[in-house]
């Protein structure tokens, strides 16, 4: 039956801010979270800092997860999986199972935010022997490492003396199937750069790559920083293999500035993986029906100047499940689609 | 006094689509627009097609300019200046200036749109004699060259045969005082070079570049194409001075991959010109008392996920006023800007 409700699906940073600008617009919202704890990836994945401004994730999350859990208009549930949605724009049905019971909740629209997964380096990129070299590691690990406090070898425990970043491991790559760019990984690797070389003061940090994806005010708040004041060392080239030879690595590839071969010892090397989408995302857009592209994130009206408004009428959907996005992006389109919510349930009549 | 009404200024796609959205969500909007018409740069710049789907810019404009005339909540005022704005967040009085006669709006909340101008080529970067040389142009000089359906060498009127681009003029430079990226350059050269390749077929079209900032789906939707369909040719590359020689321009800088010297014939050579605040961003910032970053761009709340709530509280900015901007990003910022606009009037206790 027709309903004021907005149905948010992931409490991620973009869930809990459509969660909250649609309750600040009038609607009650129920947000619903799989996991038992909300703050989406910078919380599970145990970011450090968040870019580009250095924030402390956990901070920064716990401010969010605050504005949602003090508004008496969002019903916020965790531990909760949506199961079925049928009806219609304005008058949604959503079928909700949360420890072994169910229910369901009318909602006149519905906004899915359920974000993205890191790219599984195992997957398709064995060169670079990521399941059997402990040394080399993913940018969501060395977010972990950072925020321990204390930088390391894993083999060994021993502070590195030289760190490497491979850039688009998973992405801009046709043989894997992720032609596109996944946006945020040149500037995660950089904030990352920055951490290490402010950890380990004496550890050269290289960073290897294809573009330097520094668009925007990331260029002079975080490229260029990290290249004067805090060198890092960035060497425009194809790794294509790495191999483990007296306790460290050897990173080999070419160096496409200077034209050469390239073999270079590293203690760890961190692999800068892209964005696929998460399980939550190929299952709602299962469940609701909505139409992916080739990359399986969801389609969104492709030829408007609109990023969150999907093909299925009523159902909205913002951050990392339509693309790559960085938390910027993110943020602004969980504003885009609490708008667009609150504005199709009064256009249908229903007072909010 | 108290007013649950939301100023726009600029009617741009960004002003456009936040008075849309307020209106949606119930404020009585007046929409400020200094030009004669509305549309924002796609319109006064005389833009072709938009980046990145390449659909009919002024098709574009029409459609989101009619969404706002029909909607009998929103005063549209092209012709129209803000002089001034007194009061505080929930209660602002707007001054306005038309035709000679002034008079003043109430509004609890303003959102800025006034967004950006053009880099000019003539500033500091005259080793590319853009003033000098008819067929050395901008990309926004480029738009109205595809715009108008035929593209020829300016001073010949003839097809050219060879066609560059050099990227990052007035970006990521020290010296001009932008060092900033301004993340669209890429991109709108590569959709052009795309445009120049098949209307001109028999034509060469070069990219000159540092790093080709084709992030999320522009790799795969623009930049790949650009490359395998329609063999546009990049090369990474410093462009040092263009010199005219016997009729045509002869491009002389470094190829970096090759690491050689270069020299190069062009009949046309375009400058990826970026962004600078517009006069009405600097002029606005002023008015309305918002500090601006040392570009000139307004500053938004830095050190959390917000990128539309300025310092000044019930102020609002949105769409390139704050920054490198394309327009995903505007038209998702507007969405926020204007649920963060009416949301406020909301908390300030005025029926919406």
């Known amino acids: 039956m027709p309903s004021n409700r907005v149905v948010v699906i992931g409490a991620g940073p973009t869930g809990l801010e459509a969660a909250r600008l649609a309750a600040e617009l009038g609607s009650p919202v129920t947000l619903i979270e799989k996991k038992d704890v909300p703050g989406g990836m910078p919380i599970h994945a145990d970011y450090a800092a968040l870019t580009h401004h250095f924030r402390d994730a956990s901070e920064a999350m716990a401010e969010m997860i605050d504005a949602v859990t003090s508004n008496d208009l969002i019903d916020i549930r965790t531990g909760t999986e949506v199961t079925a949605v049928d009806g219609e724009a304005g008058a949604f049905t959503v079928g909700l199972a949360a420890n072994g019971s169910s229910e369901s909740v009318d909602a006149g629209a519905i906004i899915l935010a359920t974000g993205f997964q890191h ?189 969150v408004t999907t093909t299925v009428p009523g159902i909205f959907a913002a951050g990392a499940a339509v693309g790559p996005a960085d938390l910027d992006d993110s943020i602004a389109s969980a504003g885009a689609a609490a708008a667009k919510a609150v504005s199709l349930i009064r256009s249908a009549g229903v007072p909010v």
Not at 138 to 148: L, N, P, Q
Not at 266 to 276: C, K, N, R
């Open 119 to 307: 790219f599984d380096p195992g997957r398709e990129t064995q060169q670079y022997q990521y399941y059997e070299l402990p040394d080399v590691v993913t940018i969501a690990d060395a977010e972990k490492m950072i925020k321990s406090g204390s930088f390391v070898t894993p083999s060994t425990g021993k502070t590195p003396e030289r760190v490497a970043f491979i850039q688009c491991v998973g992405s801009r790559d046709r043989q894997i199937g992720n032609e596109y760019c996944s946006k945020v990984c040149c500037g995660i690797s950089s904030k990352q750069a920055i951490e290490i070389r402010q950890m380990v003061p004496d550890a050269r940090v290289f960073i290897f790559y294809i573009d330097m994806r520094m668009y925007g005010y990331w260029e002079n708040e975080i490229y260029w920083p990290a290249q004067e004041e805090h060198k890092v060392n960035y060497i425009k080239g194809i790794i294509t293999e790495i191999l483990p030879k007296g306790g460290r690595l050897v990173v080999r590839g070419e160096d496409t500035t200077m034209g050469r071969p390239m073999e270079v010892e590293m203690d760890v090397v961190i692999l800068a993986v892209g964005m696929e989408p998460s399980e939550g995302t190929t299952a709602m857009s299962g469940i609701l029906n909505l139409p992916t592209n080739k990359y399986g994130f969801v389609e969104t009206a492709h030829d408007i100047l609109d990023t």
